[in-house]
């Protein structure tokens, strides 16, 4: 079992930066694959980030690339999602997830096993 805690959330101005922390419980941290997710108002939860149990494999998805870095610290028990150049499309509640699959930092929700409950960021214009 792992538990996860979002944190790092806030308001912030369009161009602002912000860091996302997700901690997790555990000792087994590095045994997971780590994934960064946001659910925006009417809208289904989409697939930002994700990096493998070492950090040697890392996908981003389209809104994330270029603007957004994935980092893990598994002395911590922390994964990182730096946010730069925000924009109001960004607001959302994002989540982190581990995911069994320590290897291949995997895209899809469904590979994911546990959830955290999230963090608000909102972007104001």
């Known amino acids: 079992q792992v538990q996860l805690v979002e944190s790092g959330g806030g308001l912030v101005q369009t161009g602002g930066s912000l860091r996302l922390s997700c901690a997790a419980s555990?000792?087994?941290?590095?045994?997971?694959?780590m994934g960064w997710f946001r659910q925006a108002p009417g809208k289904e939860r989409e697939f930002l980030a994700s990096i493998n149990w070492i950090g040697t494999i890392i996908n981003y998805a389209d809104p994330a690339q270029g603007r957004f870095t994935i980092s893990r610290d598994n002395a911590r028990n922390t994964v990182y999602l730096q946010m730069n150049s925000l924009k109001p499309d960004d607001t959302a509640v994002y989540h982190c997830?581990?995911?069994?699959?320590?290897?291949?930092?995997?895209?899809?929700?469904?590979?994911?096993?546990?959830w955290g409950q999230g963090t608000q960021v909102t972007v104001s214009s």
């Open positions: 555990g000792r087994t941290f590095s045994s997971y694959s």
């Open positions: 997830a581990a995911s069994r699959l320590q290897f291949g930092a995997p895209l899809a929700q469904r590979l994911y096993d546990y």
